[in-house]
């Protein structure tokens, strides 16, 4: 038995990639896709009929050229979806834009507007997940959509305060960044972390321990892996989301991965329940150097290949209407 199979014995593997040929290979049950993976998949000529089917929805939709190049964007998103959809027996998930952020208003909306998309495909409610930063407005905007059926999935999420407040407001899932994490304190040490002190790994772990010990319906998902090493210590997981490359290491190595969580390890853990009102989710947020950095980071990089999306799709345009 190779590594891959020996974990979907324990975790629900999710590829973490916009590449439908990648999720084809490694059949996982979901899949998440980002502006980044988007912009990586979108520039690939096997995907240019996605690419020309959004500018066309752009080309007939109503309002100015800003609205207009808007509706493309969430129809390219959405015809990704889609076709990830064809081919995973889960869901999806697809992420609002960056620039919302700090916009609930806006990030419900767009979240409406994504999902009357998907709807208007025949796809239904349960496949999706709308993907938003962790912010605090991001972690109100779904508390809200959750409410209506719309399920989420907070995203860039670093500290134990994002996690609690998303458990708290009833979102569906939640992905803390194994490898984000890992990134900053090594940094910060100037030197490789052994593997059991690994703080990325150390974070998922006590997020699962409390949400499992206080019985908290949210998902939690590991993302952003580095190595292999991380992924194995966090077997037991609820779901972890993995890029290919790492799924093809994984596969071609024989091995036993052994469960590393599990909700009665969880429930005996020494967590201590908190509250988290919006003055004292800013406060410990602010506290974690890691996370205030890695989320702002984060967010500006997610924007900035949005928009290079952005431009990419305009001179997509430019060529059609010269030709």
């Given at each position: 038995?190779?590594?891959?199979?020996?974990?979907?014995?324990?975790?629900?593997?999710?590829?973490?990639?916009?590449?439908?040929?990648?999720?084809?290979?490694?059949?996982?049950?979901?899949?998440?896709?980002?502006?980044?993976?988007?912009?990586?998949?979108?520039?690939?000529?096997?995907?240019?009929?996605?690419?020309?089917?959004?500018?066309?929805?752009?080309?007939?939709?109503?309002?100015?050229?800003?609205?207009?190049?808007?509706?493309?964007?969430?129809?390219?998103?959405?015809?990704?979806?889609?076709?990830?959809?064809?081919?995973?027996?889960?869901?999806?998930?697809?992420?609002?834009?960056?620039?919302?952020?700090?916009?609930?208003?806006?990030?419900?909306?767009?979240?409406?507007?994504?999902?009357?998309?998907?709807?208007?495909?025949?796809?239904?409610?349960?496949?999706?997940?709308?993907?938003?930063?962790?912010?605090?407005?991001?972690?109100?905007?779904?508390?809200?959509?959750?409410?209506?059926?719309?399920?989420?999935?907070?995203?860039?999420?670093?500290?134990?305060?994002?996690?609690?407040?998303?458990?708290?407001?009833?979102?569906?899932?939640?992905?803390?960044?194994?490898?984000?994490?890992?990134?900053?304190?090594?940094?910060?040490?100037?030197?490789?972390?052994?593997?059991?002190?690994?703080?990325?790994?150390?974070?998922?772990?006590?997020?699962?321990?409390?949400?499992?010990?206080?019985?908290?319906?949210?998902?939690?998902?590991?993302?952003?892996?580095?190595?292999?090493?991380?992924?194995?210590?966090?077997?037991?997981?609820?779901?972890?989301?993995?890029?290919?490359?790492?799924?093809?290491?994984?596969?071609?190595?024989q091995g036993d991965v052994k469960r590393c969580l599990d909700v009665e390890t969880a429930r005996s853990s020494d967590e201590q329940k908190i509250h988290l009102d919006e003055k004292t989710f800013r406060w410990m947020h602010?506290?974690?150097?890691?996370?205030?950095?890695?989320?702002?980071?984060?967010?500006?990089?997610?924007?900035?290949?949005?928009?290079k999306l952005e431009q990419f799709a305009r001179t997509k345009v430019d060529s059609m209407i010269a030709a």
């Amino acid at each position: 038995m190779n590594l891959l199979e020996s974990l979907k014995r324990h975790t629900t593997v999710v590829a973490d990639t916009g590449d439908i040929d990648a999720i084809n290979q490694y059949k996982p049950q979901d899949a998440t896709t980002n502006p980044s993976l988007i912009y990586q998949a979108a520039q690939k000529p096997e995907y240019a009929e996605l690419l020309d089917d959004a500018i066309q929805h752009a080309l007939k939709s109503p309002g100015d050229r800003p609205a207009r190049r808007e509706a493309g964007m969430d129809k390219l998103m959405v015809n990704f979806g889609c076709e990830i959809l064809k081919i995973v027996p889960g869901r999806v998930s697809t992420e609002v834009d960056a620039a919302l952020s700090f916009d609930t208003e806006g990030t419900v909306a767009k979240a409406h507007r994504l999902m009357a998309l998907y709807e208007g495909a025949g796809i239904a409610r349960e496949r999706v997940l709308i993907k938003t930063a962790s912010t605090w407005e991001g972690i109100r905007a779904a508390r809200q959509l959750e409410q209506e059926g719309i399920h989420c999935n907070l995203t860039l999420l670093f500290s134990f305060a994002q996690a609690v407040a998303c458990a708290e407001a009833g979102v569906t899932l939640i992905s803390p960044f194994v490898g984000r994490i890992y990134d900053w304190h090594r940094k910060e040490r100037g030197a490789e972390i052994p593997p059991d002190q690994d703080p990325g790994v150390a974070s998922v772990t006590r997020i699962y321990n409390y949400f499992k010990k206080f019985s908290y319906p949210t998902q939690v998902m590991g993302a952003s892996f580095r190595k292999v090493d991380q992924i194995v210590r966090l077997a037991g997981c609820d779901l972890l989301t993995i890029s290919p490359d790492l799924l093809q290491q994984m596969e071609k190595t024989q091995g036993d991965v052994k469960r590393c969580l599990d909700v009665e390890t969880a429930r005996s853990s020494d967590e201590q329940k908190i509250h988290l009102d919006e003055k004292t989710f800013r406060w410990m947020h602010n506290e974690d150097a890691m996370a205030s950095e890695k989320l702002n980071e984060g967010i500006r990089k997610f924007n900035a290949d949005t928009r290079k999306l952005e431009q990419f799709a305009r001179t997509k345009v430019d060529s059609m209407i010269a030709a």
